[in-house]
């Protein structure tokens, strides 16, 4: 019996490891000297990430406008209304304005793993 058959998955979720793997692999192959990939293009499909709001105890749809591997973590730039996010806005973020796609506590992991990996070909 496999792990994704045994008794301690009965709802027989599946590992994402893999696609995560295979995202933040290309992402870090294409984000290039200026270590990221800028996603704030009208001509290409938006990438989602939905975030969880402590403050209002709510969850929020954002526009990812940059991805990037660091430290070998798969990491995004969500929308915050007033900026606009091109190559040099992006540069001047701090590490605090990044969000790990995986382990963040607010981040939802499943639906912005899979919009990333839907759409980030379309951006390099």
């Known amino acids: 019996m496999s792990a994704f058959e045994s ?3 009965p709802m027989r979720i599946p590992d994402l ?3 995560y793997e295979a995202v933040r692999d ?17 001509r ?4 989602w990430c939905i975030v969880y709001s402590e403050i209002s105890g709510t969850a929020y749809e954002y526009e990812v406008k940059a991805v990037r591997v660091k430290h070998n973590t798969l990491q995004v730039v969500y929308d915050t209304p007033g900026i606009i996010y091109d190559g040099d ?5 701090s ?7 995986q382990f963040d506590d607010n981040v939802y992991f499943i ?14």
Do not use: L, S
């Open 89 to 93: 806005a992006v540069m001047r973020m």
């Open 7 to 9: 008794d301690k998955n």
């Open 111 to 124: 639906p912005t793993i899979f919009n990333i990996a839907e759409n980030i070909q379309e951006y390099v």
């Open 17 to 19: 490891t893999p696609m």
């Open 26 to 42: 290309f992402v870090k192959e294409h984000q290039g000297d200026k270590g990221f990939i800028c996603t704030d293009d009208n």
């Open 44 to 47: 290409c499909d938006t990438i």
């Open 95 to 101: 590490d605090e304005e990044w969000y790990d796609v």
